[in-house]
Nanobody
């Protein structure tokens, strides 16, 4: 079965940085684009970043452009999200996602809290 497990969240101060990881299994990882989403309390889940099959290109939401880098290691079946210059507005549960045959698969999420 498709299985996604996020990790790396925590409590950070404004201006700090962290790297989230998503370990994937149950599908041919290097055949699919991967995405990171986030959802803050009371808000809709929003797309943060997407990376293509081989890690050659990526797209970012305007809210994180310039501060985030999505990457993947296809030898480890893992996708990463580096977030720099963290802001309180980055506080959310972060999820990784893959679309396979019109079905979206999600991890359990990892909490990122940015507060002084």
């Amino acid at each position: 079965q498709v299985h996604l497990v996020e990790s790396g969240g925590g409590l950070l101060q404004p201006g700090g940085s962290l790297r989230l990881s998503c370990a994937a299994s149950g599908f041919t990882f290097n055949m699919y684009a991967m995405s990171w989403y986030r959802q803050a309390p009371g808000k809709e889940r929003e797309l943060v970043a997407t990376i293509n099959y081989h890690g050659e290109s990526a797209n970012y939401a305007n809210s994180v452009a310039g501060r985030c880098t999505i990457s993947r290691d296809n030898t480890k079946n893992t996708v990463y999200l580096q977030i720099n210059s963290l802001q309180p507005e980055d506080t959310a549960v972060y999820y990784c996602q893959v679309l396979i045959l019109l079905q979206a698969y999600w991890g359990q999420g990892t909490q990122v809290t940015v507060s002084s």
